[in-house]
């Protein structure tokens, strides 16, 4: 199985561009999410989605959108992209999405940055 | 304040070492504990859950004291392929998207 798989591994924006990071998951999880991860902080939830057909704002939304295109996936969409936004991105699943252990499976990460 | 907090780092150890890792949480709430570790540029993999008994796992230890808020990993006879960097996860409440991480704190193991 391959998991959480997340595309592209790497990109170059110039501010304003827009851009699309794609993920899916081939474990049947319910529940799906994307952080932000910048030097010195802990991973920040930007959006998730716990069930097909939901998401919901998490901690860091400003500046992104997501869609949950079907069970399998998930992307991440930077619409004007901003300095601010240069990160490294982790797509997770999890199984239930509403369990008080859920442990989260991690795609490998889109290191991002604007210019 | 954070809420999730680990000891700064970086570790620096000796392979055979025994090294210990704290971490704070600030929701008296949380309920699900964990540690992940992240090698450098890779994704965070669980390493460990921990629970209120605290919990072995071969050479790693973990521990949760819940009146204090303090999670703790402690790792025994450091390998070198120990070096990562470890991530204290609290989960605030039921689901996935209640996890916070904390910043992680960096730990080398030389030879």
């Known amino acids: 199985n391959a998991g959480v798989t997340q595309t592209p591994k790497f990109q170059v924006l110039k501010t304003g561009q827009s851009m699309t990071l794609q993920c899916a998951q081939d474990m049947n999880h319910n529940s799906m999410y994307w952080y932000r991860q910048d030097p010195g902080m802990g991973l920040r939830l930007i959006y998730y989605s716990a069930s097909e057909g939901t998401t919901d704002k998490g901690e860091v939304p400003n500046g992104y959108n997501v869609s949950r295109l079907n069970k399998r996936e998930f992307s991440l969409r930077l619409e004007s992209a901003a300095p601010s936004q240069t990160s490294v991105y982790f797509c997770?699943?999890?199984?239930?999405?509403?369990?008080?252990?859920?442990?989260?499976?991690f795609g490998s990460g889109t290191q991002l940055s604007v210019l | 304040r954070k809420e999730v907090e680990q000891d700064p780092g970086p570790f620096n150890v000796p392979e055979g070492a025994t090294v210990a890792f704290n971490c704070t949480y600030s929701n008296s709430a949380s309920q699900s504990f964990f540690w992940y570790r992240q090698d450098c540029r890779k994704e965070p993999k669980l390493l460990m859950s921990?629970?209120?008994s605290g919990n072995e796992d071969g050479r790693f230890t973990a521990q949760l004291n819940r009146a204090s808020q303090y999670i703790s990993l402690l790792i025994r006879d450091s390998k070198l392929s120990d070096s990562a960097t470890y991530l204290c996860v609290v989960t605030a409440g039921t689901g996935g998207f209640k996890t916070i991480f904390g910043a992680g704190t960096r730990l080398f193991v030389k030879a």
């Open positions: 921990v629970y209120s």
């Open positions: 997770a699943s999890s199984a239930r999405g509403v369990a008080t252990n859920e442990k989260l499976f």
